[in-house]
Every structure is written in structure tokens, then in C-alpha cells.
């Protein structure tokens, strides 16, 4: 009885033996996933056009055969307030290695405070940083009717942001879209769907010289 016993229990720690290692080995694949996570507003969410059709779903497309997931939670109509409040769930939810911040239009828009919105772009810095999540931050713009102090301290709000915290800060990638209203929609604010092919070849370039291996 105990040979049978002694038997068994060899069995079981040559199982685990080989059932450990492999569970390690896929946690590594999982740690070796590269994650994007665009934290957006409408710009990134496809406004006034089907979701397939916006620049994120087609740089995924164009990522299909890297391993590279990129993950979308840009919300049309968002704020700095709500794309914080939102963050650490996002971070939770798909653990990203990677965060692009798209953010600040509609404050801007709306005329919220400076001081709020920077303090607000500040806390989603710091609590992707304290996830290990690299941040990449996106220069925004404003209609320069909205006076040259309020739009001088929109713009300067991500350059010193992004020396602060040693950020990669892009352009904006609608800069010379913009000016093209052949490519931009009715309301001259969200760019077309042949806009969106452009601008997921700049961020193809862009982004994939950043998180590509």
C-alpha cells in the first residue's frame, strides 16, 4: 500500500514538474504582448463614421500579423474628467504596456480651465506610470478664437508635461489634414473616412517606430 502510495505521489510531482514550467512560459508570452491602448475622444473614435473605418481599427488591421493588440477606448464627446475617472479600469481590465493620450480638445472646447485640465493629464500620466504603461502623448489644438493666453496655455500644457515626464509628444495628427476640407467632415472638425486612412499610415510610422520591437 505505501509502494502504491510513494508511486502516486512521484507521478504527481513529475506532473508538476511539467505543468509548471509551461504555465511560466505562458505567462511570459502574456508579459510579451505588446498592448496599445488608445485613451481618446472622438478624433480616435471614428465619429460619423463606422467604427472599421476609423484610423485605430485600421492600424490594427495593419498590425494583424505583428504581435501587437491595440484596444480602443476612445469616446466620442470626451473629456479629461471622464477619460480619468475611466483609466483605472482600463488598466486593470487590459493590463496595456503601451498608452496613447489623445485628450484635451473638448476641455478646450468647452473653455474648461487650464489648470483642471493639465492636473487632470497629469494624474493619467502618473497612474500609467505606476502600471509600468509607457505613455505617449499627443500635442493638441484649438480654434485660435479662443484667445492667444487661453491657446497659448493649451498648447504649452503638453510640451511641459511631456518634458516633465519625459514623454514622446507627437504632433497633432490632424495638422495638415485640417487645412484640407476635402478631408474633413461638415462640421470641419472630424476628418473623413479617406482622412483616416492617412492619418493610420502617419501613426502606422509613428507609433510602430515607438513600441515596435
Given at each position: ?6 508511486k502516486?505521489?512521484?507521478n504527481?510531482?513529475y ?10 512560459i ?47 477606448a476612445?469616446?466620442?464627446?470626451e473629456?479629461?474628467d ?95 489634414i485640417?487645412?484640407?476640407?476635402n478631408?474633413?467632415?461638415r ?13 493610420a ?13
Amino acid at each position: 500500500m505505501l509502494f502504491l502510495n510513494t508511486k502516486s505521489l512521484r507521478n504527481k510531482i513529475y506532473t508538476l514538474f511539467i505543468f509548471i514550467p509551461l504555465l511560466l512560459i505562458s505567462d511570459q508570452l502574456r508579459a510579451q504582448e505588446t498592448k496599445l491602448l488608445i485613451l481618446g475622444d472622438s478624433l480616435s473614435a471614428a465619429y460619423g463614421l463606422k467604427q472599421e473605418q476609423g484610423w485605430v481599427s485600421l492600424l490594427q488591421d495593419a498590425w494583424q500579423n505583428q504581435d501587437i493588440k491595440v484596444i480602443n477606448a476612445a469616446i466620442s464627446g470626451e473629456t479629461t474628467d471622464g477619460a480619468l475617472a475611466r483609466l483605472p479600469r482600463l488598466l486593470e481590465q487590459h493590463s496595456p504596456t503601451h498608452i496613447f493620450v489623445e485628450l484635451g480638445g473638448n476641455d478646450g472646447l468647452q473653455g474648461h480651465p487650464i489648470n483642471k485640465m493639465r492636473d487632470n493629464l497629469e494624474k493619467i500620466i502618473q497612474l500609467s506610470h505606476k502600471s509600468a504603461v509607457k505613455v505617449i502623448l499627443q500635442q493638441m489644438q484649438i480654434p485660435t478664437n479662443y484667445g492667444k493666453r487661453y491657446t497659448s496655455m493649451f498648447t504649452d500644457t503638453y510640451t511641459n508635461l511631456a518634458s516633465e515626464y519625459d514623454l514622446i509628444l507627437l504632433p497633432f495628427f490632424l495638422q495638415n489634414i485640417a487645412l484640407d476640407k476635402n478631408l474633413m467632415q461638415r462640421d470641419g472638425i472630424h476628418p473623413t473616412a479617406e482622412a483616416q486612412v492617412l492619418i493610420a499610415q502617419e501613426m502606422q510610422k509613428t507609433l510602430g517606430e515607438i513600441i515596435l520591437p
